[in-house]
């Protein structure tokens, strides 16, 4: 996300709330995935001579990525900077970006013109000519756009067994330092929700989706 921001020249644009909020959970994946990766790798060379973790990545480079290099993703990874890097950027877009791109769904797509989902006529290639029946006849049918807001709805509810980010039912770990990691993780978590939560108390325009209580552990449907 940092490098995505930067590379968009949105660092200083005033009240742009996913990346004020994105960035505050950037870092805390970030602190907690490096606490958890130092703690296993000793250094660079144990990363190097992880052979199920070198297949994993190689596995996600050749079938996720078809082996381009344009995409940026890594087909080996040399030290445990890379290993922490790589595994932020899993994390943070499995859980808060799919929250960020896929709760408003509904929100925004309810209001047809926003987002309809086809087009039976090419948009108007000149300004001012186009006229409110042309309009009418070019945005999908009735049918078709209820079909679409079933699916908004579906894809933006909140699930019945959602599991929030840092919420862990299964104990998968059972050294001392991984559990305080937790701990610490789930406190950020709780530091980063009030504020949004505060800030939407008297928000014209309500901005909820990076609210860790409404982000998955991870993409469920």
Known sequence: LPDDIRERGMEHVPNYHYRDDGLKLWEAIKSFISGIVDFYYGDDAEVRGDSELQAWVRDIFTNGFLGRTSSGVPSTLQTVAELSKFLTMVMFTCSVQHAAVNNGQYDLGAFLPNAPSS???PPPAQKGKSFLQHFL???PEV???ANIL???ILLSSRLKDMRSLGQ???ERFTEAEPRRLIRLFQRQLEEIREPIEERNQWAELRYNYMNPLET???ISI
Do not use: F, K
């Open 150 to 152: 079933v699916a908004l």
């Open 119 to 121: 087009m039976r006529h």
């Open 168 to 170: 862990y039912p299964e």
């Open 143 to 145: 049918d078709t756009t």
């Open 216 to 218: 998955e552990n991870s």
């Open 137 to 139: 006849d070019t945005v």
